[in-house]
C-alpha cells in the first residue's frame, strides 16, 4: 500500500518496529553504580538515552555548611570512592589556597605520590570492570590484584583501604611508615610489567577492538561544550591537562615534575608502544581512545611516582601541620579545579570570615562527563550502550554527592 | 589577557548592565544584570579575543540571615557564579549576577533568570541543578525538571531557610 509522501520502494523496505521504552537500571552492573539510563528504542537501535540520576544523593554540599573545612574532608572521599585521595587534595588545596597557607616541600612531593598512586588505582578499576561490560573476565581479575597493592600501601600510611582523609588542610595526616618507599618501589616494578599484560589482554584485543574502535565517537568541540574533562577529553585530542594547565596554587604541586600530556595530537601520542600501533579501526574520540588514553597515564603516573619519591627523600622538614578543627577562615570565595582520575573535580568555598563556611560546592566531573551520554549513544546499538557508559568511567558517588 | 582587560572589554560592550567589577578578589570577578547574562555570555564566548568556550561549573549561594551570630553584608538575596575558562587564550573568568531570593518579592516565586544552554551545554544539567538544590528558575531551559531530588521533592535544600521535611512518601525523616 502507498503512503503518501514516502518513496514505495523505500516503504516497502522500512523495517520500523514499534518504539519501545528500556529501563536500564537503577541496579544494572554495566551502569556502574546506581544510574538509570532510559532508552527509547526502535528495534536494536537507540534512539535516545535519558540518564536519570540522584539516586545517591547525600546532600553533601549541604553538610559542607555546616562543618568546618577539616571535617568536611571525610565527606570529600566519600564523593568519588575509588580515587579518594584525589577528592581530599582538591578540597585541601582549595582552603588552602583561601588560607594563602603553602604545604612544605615534603608534603607537596608526599601528595604527588599519593595522588598519583590513586590515580593508577582508579584508572585500573575503570579498565579492568571495562573489560567486565564487555564480556572478558581476565583483565579484570589482574587489575583488581593491582589495585589490592596499591590499597596495602594506602592502608600503611592512613589505615584505610578505601575512604582515607588522609591528604588535609596543611599537609597530610601523617608522614610515611619506615620502610613505605621501599614497598612502594617494590609495588611499581611489579606493577610495570602488568600493563604489558593488560595491553595484551585487552588494548590489542581483537574482539576488545571491534567492541570499542568507532563506537560513541565525541568530536572535541562537542566535549568542550558538554564540559567533558580529563581522559574523556585527551580521548578526543584536546592535550589539556590541569596537572600542567590549571591554576598555579594546583601545578605548582608539580614544579620540577617531568610528564606527558597523554592526548593524540596530530596522530600520534607522545608516547608509543613500539609494534602496537593505533589499530585502525578507531578513530578518535572513541571508545578505545578513551580507554588507551586511561592506560598510557597509569605510565606516566608511575613515572610521577618515581620522580616523586627521588623528591620526598631529598627533601628536609616536616610534612606540615594540619590546621585546627575549628580555625577561622579569612573571607573570600575561592574556586579551584583539580586533575582528579576522572576529570577535573572542582571545589569552592564561600566564607564570611567564621570557622564554617557559608557555602562549599563541588563541581564533580562525572556529572559534566555523563550529561554527554545522551548525544553519544544517539543512533547507536543496545549492545554498544554499555561500551560506551564503560569508557566515560563515571563514579555515582561523585556525580549525585 | 589579563582580568582588567577583560573586564574593560566586557564594560565597553555592555554599559551599565555591568554592576561591578571586583579586581582585588582571589577569583576576580565581574557582576552583570540578571536579565544581561545570556548575552554577556554569548559574547564573552564568540568575542575572538576572549572565547570563552568552557563553562567549568554554575554555582548558586543563598544569603539570608537566619543565625543572629552571623551577620550578612547587604540584602538577602541569591548569587549566582559562572566559573568560565577560555582553553584557546588560557584566560579564566568568573561572571556573577545578584538575583532576589523570590521574585517580585512573593514568598513562593522562583526568581527568574536567563538561561545559557545554548551557548554551553553544560549549563543545561548545571541549570537543573542549581533549579533543584536552590530555587531559581532559568528562561529558555530546554527541560528544567530536578535532577538531584526526587521529581515530588518539595522545597529547595540549599536554601538557608530551608526546612527538611518530617515525612516523604511515608519515610520518616528526622
Redesign the interface.
Known sequence: MAVEGVDPEVAECDVRTDEILINMGPQHPSTHGVLRVVLRTDGEVVLEATPHIGYLHRCAEKIGENVSPRQWIPYTDRMDYLAGMNMNLGWSLCVEKLLKLEVPEKARHLRVIIVELNRIASHLVAAGTYGLDLGSFTPFMYAFREREKIYDLFELVCGARLTYSYITIGGAMADFPSGWLEKCEKFLNEFEPVVDELHALLTDNTIFIRRTAGIGVLPAEVAIDYGCTGPVLRGSGVAWDLRRDGDPWYTRMYEGYEFHVIAQTNGRYPVERPGHPVPKAAVLGDCWHRYYVRMLECVESMRLIRQGMEKYSRAKGGIGEPIKLMQKLPKGEVYLETEAPKGQMGFMIVSDGAAIPWRARARSSSFCNLSVLSELCRGCLIADVPAILGSLDIVLGEIDR | MEFSEIAKLVAERFGERVVGVVAE???P?IEVLPEAVAEVARFLRDEPRLRF?????I?G???LQTDPK?K??GQPRIEL?Y?LES?VH?H?L?LKTILPRWKDGVEGQLPEVPSVCSV???A??HER?VYD?MGVRFLGHPRLE?????EDWEGH??RKDYVMPLEYQGIRGR
Open positions: 578578589a582571589i577569583d570577578w568556550d568552557f563553562l567549568h561549573c554555582t549561594v543563598d544569603y552571623r550578612i553584608e557564579i566559573h582553553m588560557r579564566r568568573v554551553w551545554s553544560t543545561n544539567w541543578e538544590l530536578r535532577i538531584l531530588c526526587p535544600p540549599l
